[in-house]
Structure formats: C-alpha cells, structure tokens
C-alpha cells in the first residue's frame, strides 16, 4: 500500500527502510551474478598474471650496444658541460 493510500485511510505513513530501497534479486539471480563476477575476477587476475610475466621480460632483457653507446655519448657531454 502507499502512503497516499494509507493517508486516506487515516494510517501514518509507513517507515522506509534501506532495504526498501535496494533492488531485491531472487537467490537463483543473486548466484548467476555472483558467478558471473567471480568469472570476472578471476580472469582479471589472470590478465594481471600474464602482464606480470611480460613486464619481467622486458625489464630482464638485455639492452642492445649500439643503446649503451648513445648513452654513454650522452653522460659524457653532459660531464664535459656540467
């Protein structure tokens, strides 16, 4: 009943609650998304695992001469202007 319906009949207005006003799911929709945000998560976790690895390989990776060169070029004109 709502509370102009209740204010006709003469009744106080009835207490709202929060859980009033959070959408209620069913038990058997409440699972599918918590299932279906547990998939999320786990494959969030499984992106964050495989950057990881890459991330490792490219910092474990040498740095090329000809790289090491131009900075060393570098260090050294910044010393002689320093």
Known sequence: MSD???AMR???PRERHADDMI???PPNERRKSS???DEARLRQQAI???LRQMFDQVVNEE?????LEILRR???RSSENG
């Open 4 to 6: 102009d319906e209740n």
């Open 10 to 12: 003469g009744r106080p």
């Open 23 to 25: 959408e209620q799911r």
């Open 35 to 37: 299932a279906a945000l």
């Open 48 to 50: 964050g695992v495989r």
């Open 63 to 67: 740095v090329p001469d000809e790289f």
């Open 74 to 76: 570098a260090d050294s």
